[in-house]
T-cell receptor, first 111, second 112 residues
């Protein structure tokens, strides 16, 4: 089983739609979770951290389910500018110095 | 505030030529530093990371090497480039990895 798995998409949604991405991770001891956004031919940028109780930042909501080992990202009222690849990222802890990245889910928001 | 600088932005090099990519971080001390590669249409592959001057951990055996001659400087090198070295090279830093990384703007390398 891969450490961090995501549906690669693409997800093609109309403007204004709500879209959700899921991600599963294999290490039950993982400690920190993030969603990064990567625009075409650009570097990944931190979109939001994911907290155990769930958290919201404007139109974006992230949730963590430790029992099932998955993370979700919900985008409401999609904008054209939301078109990007969304990377699920996990920190396993246990003295590790690195994050583990999923391969990303591509989102295209269509006018 | 902390900033990370990576250069050059693009590079076209012939097979067999050497490579040197540089990354520097400002506004912090003793950062964790990372080199990643992203091949076209692929995920991020960790190449090297460093937790201090002169301390380099290699994740994948390959044609590349890394050095950290100063606290906030991280260099990726190759003596002889291969076609398969083409890709998008990203430097990143973190204060504490549980807080996530910040990436540099990347170098797009094409080996011809």
């Amino acid at each position: 089983r891969k450490e961090v798995e995501q549906d690669p998409g693409p997800f093609n949604v109309p403007e204004g739609a709500t879209v959700a991405f899921n991600c599963t991770y294999s290490n039950s001891a993982s400690q920190s979770f993030f969603w990064y956004r990567q625009d075409c031919r650009k570097e990944p940028k931190l979109l939001m951290s994911v907290y155990s109780s769930g958290n919201e930042d404007g139109r974006f909501t992230a949730q963590l389910n430790r029992a099932s080992q998955y993370i979700s990202l919900l985008i409401r009222d999609s904008k054209l500018s939301d078109s990007a690849t969304y990377l699920c990222v996990v920190y396993s802890g246990a003295g590790s110095y690195q994050l583990t990245f999923g391969k990303g889910t591509k989102l295209s928001v269509i006018p | 505030s902390q900033t990370i600088h990576q250069w050059p932005a693009t590079l076209v090099q012939p097979v067999g030529s050497p490579l040197s990519l540089e990354c520097t971080v400002e506004g912090t001390s003793n950062p964790n530093l990372y080199w990643y590669r992203q091949a076209a249409g692929r995920g991020l592959q960790l190449l090297f990371y460093s937790v201090g001057i002169g301390q380099i951990s290699s994740e994948v055996p390959q044609n590349l090497s890394a050095s950290r001659p100063q606290d906030r400087q991280f260099i990726l090198s190759s003596k002889k480039l291969l076609l398969s070295d083409s890709g998008f090279y990203l430097c990143a830093w973190s204060r504490g990895v549980r807080d996530g990384y910040t990436f540099g703007s990347g170098t797009r390398l094409t080996v011809v």
